[in-house]
């Protein structure tokens, strides 16, 4: 086990998480300031970005403080000098969940954070290309979402039956 | 930044309608708004602090000196459905944008319907060329929340069986990449030892891809009755074919003149795009997680991260065929230190009773029902857990809500990340140049798409 050599900035709230990695819990606003005081700090790259839909799991266990929200966005930072990651949890709302893009710090969230807005219907501020990556261009919906029902879709083969 | 309007791209181009994916495709430059412009050619990459470099990015040339064309998602050297839009002037490269989303079967969203026991059976579809790794990337992380351990046997075995798929995997690579530069001598070679290991997987798990055979807890089945000649032998045979491989291509002067110097990447640009394994270690990155962050019992082998200078096509190359020897190294040393026990943790939580139990107790019947219809239930909490997949760095990153099934699975897919490098990569070089490069970044599309 890493001994937790870091600190966030005052007014984050963090909490050790399992396997030794720093977890913090940002508000929207603190997040990309926080996110390049960690990459000031030696955290060289941005390993994973990815969204949640909390909308069947609520109440979740967050330390005190942290209003939660339906939608979260995960981002897992990686020190290769230090050996250590930290790990980022984001509340971005409930209906129309809006966040600042990385990309300005890390070119690689590029593709995952077009993933999470395909998947969960996120939206990054100042993101060069917010299109679709995965998903048709002109699939409806975000299939991630909790509320997006499994199925419910009639796969069209030839002859493809109206809507149900 | 403090911008309130989020620009998703709305753009309609009547013929490109009928024909293509529309906004996720290749633009005209015209098109294309300055900061997209300056991500695709790489000059956010190449600016201080990441800013755009106006000198890198010629928005003045005009459309009608460049033509887009598409290549795959059906063509033979793009390894799957991955599908580049190229932005040619004459024979050189200017833009290049991986469409990708052909192969997505949504199964981040079936790890949701599916309990703990059977979500092995998903995520070793991910990466079908190394499913080991996917397997070990999820029962580690399901084992994490659940706080199971699990006994040095199934560690071993666990540690062996990844480090073979590594070597079956890299053969594939070397078989496609031979292929991609009409080395077909070396496809067949390829194909041919991989062969090897995939009947030991055949042996070993009953399936020769897609094994199901690490499990949360242990993995499935012991090692077959006699299993250290099979793996000797298929060490012994291996090493010594790797040698050929050297002899066939790495001194070879057509192989070295599409390889040496082609599509360089720096480490600084390679740290940005969160690019990892073999395309990282090109750059001269010693980053490999067996050694940096140590899972399984990587920290009690014995073994070399192979780490390149220049990180051109060549280096990836060479990372890929000595990591390879590296590997038959560590199953060598597995087969020596294997200890005895058992293969999978005695937790009656998580594992089934013996076979011959359920003949004769009800309960155990009861209890082999139960964990195969209902599951187990985990913990509520949130585990990111990775591990080096051959391409890299293979995360895992799931959410339990205490139930029997993952609230949220993701897989942070190396492969996925990779693939970003590529427009840098083929930047200025020529058509013929781009095949190799995308060989060498080694992308799986079904890992890409999931």
């Not at chain 2, 002037?89 to 079967?105: N, S």
Request: aromatic share 8%; hydrophobic share 40%.
């Amino acid at each position: 086990m890493i001994p937790l050599s870091l600190t966030a900035p005052p007014g984050v709230v963090t909490a050790d998480v399992m396997a030794s990695d720093l977890g913090c819990f940002p508000t929207p606003a603190q997040y990309v300031e926080l996110v390049k005081s960690f990459k000031d700090d030696g955290f060289e790259m941005c390993v994973d970005l990815c969204a949640v839909d909390y909308l069947e799991h609520l109440g979740r266990a967050v330390p005190e403080g942290v209003v939660t929200t339906r939608f979260e966005i995960v981002v897992n930072l990686l020190s290769l000098s230090k050996k250590q990651r930290v790990r980022i949890r984001v509340q971005v709302g409930d209906q129309d969940p809006v966040v600042d893009s990385l990309f300005s710090l890390y070119p690689g969230t590029e593709a995952m954070e077009r993933e999470a807005f395909d998947l969960f219907g996120v939206l990054f501020r100042g993101h060069p290309d917010l299109t679709r990556i995965l998903m048709p261009e002109d699939w409806e919906g975000h299939p991630l979402r909790k509320d997006y029902a499994v199925g419910k879709v009639p796969v069209q083969f030839k002859e493809a039956p109206g809507p149900r | 930044m403090n911008d309130d309007t989020v620009r998703v791209a709305e753009r309609v181009d009547p013929l490109a309608a009928e024909t293509s994916e529309g906004a996720q495709g290749l633009q005209s430059r015209r098109r294309t708004a300055t900061d997209e412009l300056g991500r695709e050619v790489g000059a956010v990459l190449r600016g201080s602090g990441l800013t755009l470099d106006p000198n890198d990015v010629d928005y003045e040339r005009r459309d009608d000196e460049t033509m887009i064309i598409n290549m795959g998602p059906a063509h033979p050297s793009t390894h799957g459905v991955l599908r580049l839009m190229l932005e040619l002037d004459g024979e050189f490269v200017l833009r290049t944008k991986p469409v990708i989303g052909y192969l997505h079967t949504g199964m981040e969203k079936t790890g949701e319907v599916l309990s703990y026991v059977q979500g092995g059976t998903n995520v070793t579809r991910m990466d079908y060329v190394s499913p080991i790794a996917n397997e070990l990337g999820f029962s580690m992380a399901v084992e994490k929340l659940l706080g199971v351990d699990v006994p040095d046997r199934a560690i071993w075995i666990r540690m062996m069986m990844a480090e073979l798929n590594r070597i079956a995997s890299h053969l594939v690579w070397l078989a496609t990449n031979g292929m991609d530069l009409g080395a077909t001598t070396m496809m067949i070679f390829g194909f041919r030892e991989r062969e090897l290991v995939l009947a030991f997987f055949e042996k070993t798990t009953g399936l020769r891809m897609n094994l199901n055979y690490v499990r949360p807890g242990g993995v499935a089945a012991d090692l077959p009755d006699g299993w250290e000649d099979d793996v000797v032998l298929i060490c012994d045979t291996i090493y010594e074919r790797t040698f050929e491989y050297d002899e066939l291509l790495t001194g070879q002067p057509i192989f070295r003149g599409r390889m040496v110097g082609v599509a360089p990447i720096t480490a600084e640009e390679a740290l940005a795009l969160g690019v990892t394994g073999p395309v990282l270690r090109s750059t001269g990155v010693p980053w490999d997680l067996r050694r940096s962050m140590p899972y399984l019992a990587y920290d009690q082998v014995d073994f070399d991260v192979i780490v390149g200078t220049y990180g051109d096509n060549f280096d990836r190359y060479a990372i890929r065929l000595n990591e390879i020897r590296e590997s038959v190294r560590i199953i060598r040393q597995c087969v020596e230190k294997m200890p005895k026990g058992d293969y999978r943790t005695q937790d009656p939580k998580v594992t089934p009773p013996p076979r011959a139990r359920i003949d004769e107790s009800m309960e155990a019947l009861i209890h082999h029902f139960k964990l195969f219809t209902e599951g187990f239930h985990v913990p509520a909490g949130e585990v990111y857990s990775a591990i080096e997949s051959p391409r890299g760095e293979l995360g895992c990153y799931l959410v339990s809500d205490g139930g029997p099934k993952p609230y949220r699975l993701h897989v942070r897919a190396p492969s996925f990340v990779n693939l970003q490098a590529v427009p840098l990569m083929m930047r200025g070089g020529s058509v013929s140049d781009a095949i190799t490069v995308i060989s060498s970044v080694d992308p799986i599309m079904g890992e890409v798409d999931r």
